[in-house]
């Protein structure tokens, strides 16, 4: 596709920071030739012209996505189904609806529906993010050597779906397909279930009447600071996640459960060879992540000590 823009206009419907850093890397990588956005806040729309990262902004679903040959659905996917809706009378034949949620079953069975005959649906979700929110947090390097599923259905139209490889490429990404259903498993354990438990040992700290909470906050720059990290990502898009994965995060909820109590077993009976094949195999598992290039072997995770 040489260096010529994959679409000629994106319309991303939600800016914060994904939508937004979709928007930033895109303008990067030459990826659309025109960005549109759609927000359901006037606020989020204000500071993301002053940003200036799109080239049009609309408070209309409609008017966002008309004439656009992808159209991005980055809000939280609880919202998926009434944006499909909203957007189907104006899409442009041919166009291809694809999304950034980190739930896809869901995806399908929401937005499907509403798309019409004629147009392209793709499910897709970038693996990257972090815990801030708002147009103001996103950047273009947020997906660089990151890796992008697409989850597309049986059917789907195969140049169509080879232009949104591309274009995820050229955001910097690594793709991959995967089936939807699989895909949500894999995220259960990899992503959702260990921001379950980050929400639920924060809450558990704060919970606790024998610590107070300036000594949680005090005394937090072991572990309980990095699971703080996580527990700040944004309470609206992960209340979606999990009630749109629940069959899945309730999956592999029970196997950790099970994995828990043998571990409290270990404790209790004094099994040190247990604690310590388990705690080799974890650190075994943690040096493939970092292998692949997919977190940093920095001291202290790369953190500027200085800020740490």
Not at 56 to 77: N, Q, T, W
Not at 107 to 135: K, N, W, Y
Not at 230 to 255: H, Q, Y
Not at 283 to 300: C, L, T
Request: net charge negative; glycine share 8%.
């Amino acid at each position: 596709m040489s260096g010529e823009p994959v679409f000629d206009k994106l319309a991303l419907l939600g800016i914060g920071l994904i939508g937004s850093s979709v928007a930033r890397a895109a303008r990067r990588g030459n990826a659309a030739a025109t960005i549109a956005a759609y927000d359901s806040s006037k606020d989020v729309l204000a500071r993301a012209a002053a940003l200036g990262f799109a080239d049009s902004l609309h408070e209309d679903v409609a008017g966002a996505v008309r004439g656009a040959d992808l159209v991005i659905m980055a809000a939280p996917v609880g919202a998926y189904g009434e944006l499909a809706k909203a957007m189907a009378p104006a899409l442009k034949p041919g166009a291809v609806v694809s999304d950034v949620g980190s739930v896809k079953s869901a995806v399908l069975r929401d937005a499907g529906p509403h798309i019409p005959p004629g147009v392209h649906f793709i499910p897709a979700h970038p693996i990257s993010g972090t815990e801030q929110s708002g147009p103001e947090a996103g950047f273009a390097e947020l997906f660089d050597n990151r890796w992008c599923i697409v989850t597309p259905p049986q059917d789907a139209d195969a140049d169509a779906l080879e232009r949104l490889k591309e274009f995820w490429r050229r955001l910097g990404s690594q793709v991959e397909a995967m089936d939807p259903h699989h895909h949500d498993l894999v995220l259960a354990i990899t992503s959702h279930v260990p921001h379950l438990i980050a929400y639920n040992i924060v809450g558990t700290a704060d919970d606790l009447s024998s610590v107070t909470k300036s000594e949680v906050i005090k005394y937090s720059a072991g572990g309980f600071r990095d699971f703080t990290r996580i527990a700040a990502s944004d309470p609206t898009m992960w209340r979606d996640v999990f009630l749109n994965n629940k069959e899945a995060v309730l999956e592999v909820l029970g196997r950790f459960s099970e994995d828990l109590s043998a571990l409290q077993r270990a404790i209790r009976w004094g099994d040190g060879d247990a604690l310590f094949n388990l705690f080799t195999r974890t650190r075994a598992i943690r040096r493939g992540i970092i292998d692949a290039g997919q977190d940093s072997a920095a001291p202290n995770f790369g953190r500027d000590p200085k800020k740490s």
